[in-house]
């Protein structure tokens, strides 16, 4: 399985981006699919995650401001981060797991940053 993450950029405290993310390369089903991220001397966190049926789950910071979208059909989640403040300053990565939490998919990464 391949992830291949899009949409960082430079973006001034208060924009919006727009990351997508999309799985290619096996029929295995990706259950979950979503995004951690990791800011720099930072632990990796977890942004937001979303099931094939569409149940997403946030990290508490983010709730209100962030919103994350599933297309089953095009193995792509987006991404939609509002309000940006420069400590969302981040790789961002995207994230896959099948139905059973066996093994763990992640992409290359996409670095957002956001001046203040």
């Known amino acids: 399985v391949q992830l291949q993450a899009s949409g960082g950029g430079l973006v001034q405290a208060g924009g919006s981006l727009r990351l997508s993310c999309t799985a290619s390369?096996?029929?295995?089903?990706?259950?979950?699919m979503g995004w951690y991220r990791q800011a720099p001397g930072s632990r990796r966190e977890k942004v937001a995650l979303?099931?094939?049926?569409?149940?997403?789950n946030y990290a508490d910071s983010l709730k209100g401001r962030f919103t994350i979208s599933r297309d089953n059909a095009k193995n792509t989640i987006n991404l939609q981060m509002n309000s940006l403040k420069s400590e969302d300053t981040a790789i961002y990565y995207c994230?896959?797991?099948?139905?059973?939490?066996?093994?763990?998919?992640w992409g290359q990464g996409t670095l957002v940053t956001v001046s203040s």
């Open positions: 994230y896959a797991a099948p139905p059973d939490w066996s093994t763990e998919y």
């Open positions: 390369g096996s029929s295995v089903s990706l259950n979950i």
């Open positions: 979303i099931n094939s049926g569409g149940t997403t």
